[in-house]
């Protein structure tokens, strides 16, 4: 039989994948390493591995023992996977930044998390590196792994990641794009590409806000400032990164990174996380500079599903002011409303009585129905309208609400662009959102000045 002995054979020989469609009018050859495709969905379960294999090895990680390590998430569920197999503890710290589908992995996986805020300098003792280092101090039997100084973190991708690239490419790799964190994915297969070839050029992604690329270009260290993606950039220099395998460090913004890994979710297929789209657009950078002869490889970090709440989530971005206007479309707008705990959609018959349908603008406190019949829009009706002309003739509260119904709000499908959506909105109080033929829901002009 076809069988490995557990989880942990898995790690690593993940496959390359040759973009099309973001590469159309790039002469050069692009191709994703599918690191998402680890057992942890991670790059970082290369290191987690090594990490720990070294730590017994050198008898500083002793059985029964507990691992304590810094992270933005990856790195811990790398070693957690590990650690379950092989028998150890895990407690783990990280920024209120990191998703809370990676914390709830860890969790799942029976570790301990240990939340500290995101806005802490590195040489506070609120920092998440300091908060780890002081819960080993006071642990027994435990080993704070570190991955920013750990030799065996670069060392995983010499001996790993570097060779599969060359032996995947035939030697015919020109460029490597991975993104700067802990240094070890750059900085280990960096220098095993410029071993077999040192023309390659190693080109490392970093978003605005990391102090990488200051320092690389002048010498001189900055001081950080926040950024929402997750997992690379810093704002100390880590042991692990080793310039002189780096050629060139691109700056990414946080929005180009974001849009850029959900480009790669719907065009390519390829489900994956914000660092991800960092090391795509770096990668793109590069390869339009060249000929057909250029191969060019980034790393896919991790996969999509550990961001659904963030950047793969529409109301996310539009909270962070990420959207990109000319994309707005009325589903978006839709989707991204603030409810308030309302249905999506409270409507009328035509054959209910205004009484009835009174009572459910009262009921939700709403100004505004629309009147549907079998899925169509046959009218509307507002509170301040029914009120006047009770006022004028009480009976009519038992009239139906197609005698007394106005004309009907239009009807947009969630895919047109907002802007069709805003011209109807100029003539009318409210649209009505059809998905697939069908209505289901409501957007007024106060739904969309919240939006904006």
């Excluded at 020989?13 to 599918?34: C, E, F, G, H, W």
């Excluded at 690389?216 to 950039?233: A, H, N, R």
């Excluded at 990414?252 to 489900?271: C, P, Y």
């Amino acid at each position: 039989m076809k069988v490995v002995n557990s989880v942990l054979e898995l790690f690593g020989r993940t496959p390359l994948v040759k973009l099309n469609k973001l590469t159309q009018d790039i002469k050069a050859s692009v191709y994703a390493k599918m690191e998402s495709m680890n057992p942890g969905a991670s790059v970082k379960d290369r290191i987690g591995l090594a990490m720990i294999d070294d730590a017994v090895k050198r008898g500083v990680l002793k059985p029964g023992g507990t691992i304590i390590e810094a992270t933005s998430g990856n790195t811990g569920i790398g070693i957690a996977i590990a650690a379950t197999v092989k028998g150890y503890k895990c407690i783990f710290t990280m920024t209120e930044k990191v998703s809370v589908e990676k914390r709830r992995y860890l969790q799942a996986l029976g570790a301990d998390v240990v939340i500290c805020p995101m806005t802490a300098k590195h040489d506070t003792p609120e920092h998440y590196v300091s908060v780890a280092k002081r819960i080993a101090e006071d642990t027994p039997n435990s080993l704070f792994m570190y991955q920013y100084n750990n030799p065996s973190n670069p060392e995983a991708h010499y001996k790993t990641t570097g060779p599969e690239l060359w032996e995947q490419t035939g030697g015919k790799i020109t460029h490597f794009v991975g993104s700067l964190g802990t240094g070890g994915t750059v900085s280990g297969t960096g220098r095993f590409l410029k071993e077999k070839n040192p023309k390659i050029k190693i080109i490392a992604a970093d978003p605005y806000g990391s102090i990488f690329k200051t320092y690389k270009e002048s010498g001189v260290m900055t001081e950080g400032t926040p950024y929402l993606v997750e997992g690379i950039g810093q704002d100390m220099l880590p042991e692990n990164v080793h310039f002189k395998y780096i050629d060139e460090i691109i700056n990414v913004t946080d929005k180009d990174s974001f849009h850029m890994s959900r480009r790669l979710s719907r065009e390519e297929g390829i489900f994956c996380g914000g660092s991800t789209g960092t090391n795509l657009v770096a990668a793109l950078k590069v390869a339009k500079g060249l000929d057909e002869n250029g191969l060019v490889v980034f790393v896919v970090c991790d996969t999509g599903e550990r961001y659904l709440s963030k950047h793969h989530s529409d109301e996310w971005m539009r909270e962070k002011r990420l959207l990109e206007k000319d994309k707005v479309t009325v589903g978006v707008v839709f989707q991204t409303k603030l409810s308030g705990g309302l249905p999506n959609l409270v409507s009328a018959s035509p054959n209910e009585t205004i009484g009835e349908a009174l009572n459910r603008l009262e009921e939700y406190n709403i100004s505004l129905l629309p009147v549907l019949d079998d899925n169509k829009s046959l009218g509307s009706l507002t509170e301040a309208d029914i009120m006047s002309r009770i006022i004028e003739n009480p009976a009519i509260i038992e009239k139906k609400v197609s005698e007394l119904m106005d004309k009907p709000y239009p009807v947009i499908d969630e895919s047109d662009d907002m802007k069709h959506g805003i011209q109807s909105l100029k003539k009318s109080p409210a649209i009505l959102v059809s998905q697939y033929g069908r209505i289901i829901g409501i957007l007024t002009r106060i739904d969309v000045l919240d939006f904006v």
